[in-house]
Each structure stands twice: as C-alpha cells, then as structure tokens.
C-alpha cells in the first residue's frame, strides 16, 4: 500500500505562485509514476501534470502548460508541482496520484493510490 500526503497549498493572489510537495511512503519510490489532477467544487477532477517514474518525462493538461511544473525527487520521495502565474479559475483541491506502471497517464483511472489533497485558492 502507497500513502500519500500532499502539502503546500493555500491562498495566493491572481499572478503568484504556489509549490505543492507529495510525500510517498509504503512503496520504492522510484517504482511509481506521479500525476496531479485537481477538482474545482461541483466539477469533475481533472488531470494536470504527470511525471514517469525516471523524472525524465512528462506532460501537462493545455491548461497548465508553461505555468506549472512537474518534478520528482527520488532521494527524498517527493513528488512537487511549481505553479506560476496562477488564475482564479485554478482554484481546486489538487490531488497527489501514483500507479506502479510507467507512463504518462492522464486519466483518473489510470491510477492506483490517491492523497486527501490540498486546497488553492487563487483570489483577490
């Protein structure tokens, strides 16, 4: 069993910047791919980032893309997501996920463990 533990978020104004962090443990981490998706209250959760398992790969929603960053630190068991230049409309509880497969999934369903996930609020 993987647990994950997602840190980081808050309230930040329009234009700032927030860095979410996931913390795995139950697992070698080097032997899981990372995502984060996020879900908006009333809305479904959607994919925004993901990572393989080697850091050496990655893709981002449309949405995102050029504004957050994803990255892994194998050392540490850290999963992290830069986000730059924030929105309103990114205002979410974003999720940790993992599965043991390598890839790139975009897909909720493509995952195995999820965290309790972590509020943005990008406000005024």
């Known amino acids: 069993q993987v647990q994950l533990v997602e840190s980081g978020g808050g309230l930040v104004q329009p234009g700032g910047s927030l860095r979410l962090s996931c913390a795995a443990s139950?697992?070698?981490?080097?032997?899981?791919?990372f995502a984060w998706f996020r879900q908006a209250p009333g809305k479904e959760r959607d994919f925004v980032a993901a990572?393989?398992?080697?850091?050496?790969?990655?893709n981002y929603a449309s949405s995102v893309s050029g504004r957050f960053t994803i990255s892994r630190d194998n050392a540490k068991n850290t999963l992290n997501l830069q986000m730059d230049s924030l929105r309103p409309e990114y205002t979410a509880v974003y999720y940790c996920?993992?599965?043991?497969?390598?890839?790139?999934?975009?897909?909720?369903?493509?995952?195995?463990?999820w965290g309790q996930g972590t509020q943005v609020t990008v406000s005024s």
């Open positions: 996920a993992a599965r043991p497969s390598d890839g790139l999934g975009v897909s909720t369903n493509h995952y195995t463990y």
């Open positions: 139950g697992r070698t981490f080097s032997g899981l791919a």
């Open positions: 990572i393989g398992r080697s850091g050496d790969v990655s």
